[in-house]
């Protein structure tokens, strides 16, 4: 069983939740509800490639941990880095862990035109999805690659 888990059915209500708040607060001059400064601003046209979305994508991840949409192991976090390279910018996924001591490995930089399933022309909830899907995998292939590097030093007679 993968140690990241990405609860679909459930994230996907969630993010309608943050749509729609975010809609109101738009349309009302964001009085009319209680949008947080934490909360990832997403919006129906929501297109987490152009300039400037990268601490939108950030705090979607970050939450979708905190509320569980996202399931991971104890001591373990995902987060997405987002690097400016002066042109569209790259971006990587770092696994944080913090138990047995703290640890931190990362995925190869990738260009931000490839985030989230560039292909299909995402936008707002069906964008967040496809940034949870991919932040998840790359975790559990984080792990994976760990374990496979632990087991490997084990059987070299390492530590």
Known sequence: MDPFVLHEEAARAWLTELVVAYEVDASFGGDASVHSAD??????AWDPQQLGEEDGVSLLVKAAQGTGMVGRPEGMTVTFEFVGDGDEGVYRWLLDI?????????????SMAVLGEPDLHRAGIE???AILREAVQAANHLVHQLSDYVEASIERGGN
């Not at 909360?39 to 129906?44: A, K, L, Q």
């Not at 913090?98 to 990738?110: F, G, I, R």
């Open 39 to 44: 909360s990832p601003p997403i919006g129906m």
């Open 127 to 129: 964008a967040a999805v």
């Open 98 to 110: 913090v138990d047995p001591s703290p640890l931190k490995v990362a995925t190869l930089s990738e």
